[in-house]
């Protein structure tokens, strides 16, 4: 198998326990998804900067895909390091690395995926396409929706979901992990038709 074979799949987040349940953290939710359903749990990597799980990913045998999954053990604005770190050790070019994060503007429970574009304000993304030096990556946009009234958007970011948004945040854990898998074995196309809601 040659190394072109592999796919970064990196989940955007804040390392640590206070974080666990932001709206910000969405992305290692939805990498702990993945890493389950490989049935694999995440080690401290030899780069020392992120935790990752290494195996396949999609229907076994033929259909399925080399796969690193990673969380960064740097706070969000600092993860685009450790992803280039990984990125170099893997040799995994910027258009196999697949990015999910949080996204303020798409509604709560919604998702949209692409591949490139801005950073729309995000300092994982912005992070991320310094140390890439290119912002030619997918992106699992998992939608949190705007803060309600006049809260600040960091505050926002970085506060639990409401109590009727856990109700429904493993079915958008689990559609956004199915995303990944798509991308992967079917392609941007056919996966943008069936998740851009």
Excluded: C
């Excluded at 799949?9 to 490989?38: C, Q, T």
């Excluded at 195996?55 to 450790?82: D, F, H, I, W």
């Excluded at 509604?107 to 890439?132: E, P, Q, V």
């Amino acid at each position: 198998m040659t190394d072109t074979d592999v796919w970064l799949v990196v989940g955007l987040g804040n390392p640590g326990p206070s974080y666990a349940g932001h709206r910000h953290n969405i992305g290692y939710l939805v990498v702990d998804e993945l890493a389950s359903r490989m049935g694999s749990g995440f080690r401290a990597h030899k780069t020392g900067r992120a935790d990752v799980v290494e195996g396949r990913l999609g229907a076994p045998g033929v259909g399925s895909a080399r796969v690193v999954l990673a969380k960064s053990r740097s706070y969000m604005n600092e993860s685009g390091g450790p992803v280039k770190a990984l990125a170099t050790f893997y040799k995994v070019p910027a258009e196999r690395v697949i990015a999910i994060h949080d996204e303020l503007d798409i509604d709560f429970g919604t998702l949209r995926i692409k591949k490139g574009g801005g950073d729309n304000g995000h300092n994982g993304l912005k992070s991320m396409r310094s140390s890439l030096g290119t912002g030619d990556f997918f992106r699992v946009r998992a939608g949190i929706g705007r803060p309600p009234g006049r809260q600040d958007v960091a505050d926002f970011v970085l506060s639990n979901y409401g109590t009727t948004e856990r109700k429904e945040l493993p079915f958008q854990i689990d559609s956004a992990a199915d995303a990944v898998e798509s991308l992967i074995a079917d392609g941007l196309e056919k996966t943008q038709q069936r998740f851009n809601s």
